[in-house]
C-alpha cells in the first residue's frame, strides 16, 4: 500500500515551478499572495523570510524599520518603474534630485517625521521657490512613500500626518478664475479666419470640442465619426510621439453643428487619411533636413500662429490652452450646460476639477431669490429715491459738472 502523502502544516507555503520560473505562495494577514523568482534557491529564500515576517506579525512582533535601505536607494528603483508607466517621469525625477534628495536621500524611511517636512516647506519657500511647485514636491514624497509602504519599508505616510496649517503653507497661489478666454463667439470666428491652414482647423476642434493641443494634434481620421456626429479621443501628441492619454480613459466627445462642417470640408481636402494635421515638408533650398522629417505638428508652432492671429483681431494676448480648451469650457457653462457633462467632454477625473475651474461662470450660480435675502429699507424720509438704472447715469453726469467747474477754476 503507498504511503500517504504528508500534508503541509497550514501557513508554511508552497513552493512549485511553472512556465520556466518558480513560483511561491504563502498567507500573509489572511491573504492569499503569490510572488515568482528565476531561480529555485532565490524563491526558497523569500518564501522563508515572507513565512517568519508573517508569524512575526501575528504575534505582535515590530519590525525593525532601522535596518530599511535609505530613501536614495528606494528612490532609485521607484523612479525606474515610474518611467514606464507616468507619462511625468521626467519631472518626478528632477524634483527628486533638485529638492528631496538633498534633503532626505540619506534617511531611512522612518526617520522622516511631520516636523521635518514642514522644515523642509519653509525653507524652501525662504529661497523663493513658489508654493506650487513646493506643493508637487510634497505630493511626490506621498506618491513615493506609499510605494514603499507596501514593500514594508516603512510604518507611516508622513505627508498624511501634516496639519491644515502646514498645509497652507504650498496652497497654489494661481487663482483659476483668472485664466483668459475668448468672452464672444464672433471673435472665435474672427481668430479663425486670420490663422492659416491647417492651424485654423486645429483651432476649431479645440475651441469647439475642448481637446487639449496634444489631444488635437494626435487625431487621426479613423477617430472622426461624421456621421455619428462624434470624436473618440484615443491618443495624444508628446514628445514628437503618440502616446496614451493624460488620464488614459479614452472618451467621446460630441461634434458640434459648428465644427461639423468644417471637419467635412477639411477631409475631402485632404483625403481623410492618417492623421488630421501633419507637418509642412521642407521646402527645396531652405535649411537641410536633420534625421528624418517630422511626424507631428509642434505645440510651438501653434503658438506662433495664433499670436499672430490675436494680434490681428486686437483680441488680448492668451495661449492656445486658454484660446480653446478653456474657451470651450467657459462658453458651454455660459450657455448654460452641465458641470457634470462638461467634465466627462473635457475628460476631467473628477467634477470637482471642473467645478474649480469653470463654477464662477454658471449663469444660474445665484438665483433670484439671493438678491432679496436680506430685505431692508435705507431710503431717507425726506430725500429722493434714485432707481439703480438712474444712479449711474446720474452719478456720471454728477461727477462730469465737478470735473468742469474745476477747470473753469483753475484756468480763471
Known sequence: MARRKKRRTWGSGSLFERDGR????????????CKSFASQEVAAEALAKNIRDAEGDAEGLRRDYRQAPTLNELAKAWLARREKTHRSFADDRSRWKLHLSPAFGKMRPSAVTPALL???????????????????CIRHMSTFYESIME????????????????????????DTRSTPFIERAADIRRVFLALPEPFCVAFACGALAGLRTGECLGLSWEDIDLPGRRIHVRHQMQDGKLCGLKDDEPRIVPLLTSLAPILAAWKLKTGGEGLLFKPERPKSGGRPDIGSPATFIRPQ??????????VDCALPAMTWYSATRHTF???????????????????????????????????????????????????????????ISRSSGALGSEMATKQGATEERKLA
Not at 22 to 33: P, S
Not at 122 to 134: A, I
Not at 338 to 344: A, F, G, P, T
Open 329 to 387: 469650457g467657459s462658453l458651454f457653462v455660459l450657455g448654460g450646460g452641465s458641470l457634470e457633462l462638461l467634465s466627462k467632454i473635457l475628460g476631467h477625473a473628477s467634477v470637482t476639477t471642473t467645478e474649480k475651474h469653470y463654477c464662477h461662470l454658471r449663469v444660474d450660480l445665484f438665483a433670484e431669490k439671493a438678491f432679496d435675502a436680506v430685505t431692508v429699507d435705507l431710503a431717507r424720509p425726506a430725500g429722493d429715491v434714485v432707481s
Open 151 to 174: 514593500n514594508g519599508h516603512a510604518p507611516s505616510n508622513p505627508v498624511t500626518s501634516l496639519p491644515r496649517s502646514t498645509r497652507r503653507l504650498y496652497k497654489s497661489t494661481y
Open 22 to 33: 518558480w513560483w511561491i505562495r504563502w498567507r500573509e494577514h489572511g491573504r492569499r499572495c
Open 301 to 310: 508652432t501653434l503658438h506662433k500662429h495664433l499670436k499672430q492671429a490675436l
Open 118 to 136: 514642514r522644515r523642509f516647506i519653509e525653507d524652501k519657500l525662504t529661497t523663493g521657490l513658489s508654493p506650487t511647485t513646493v506643493g508637487h
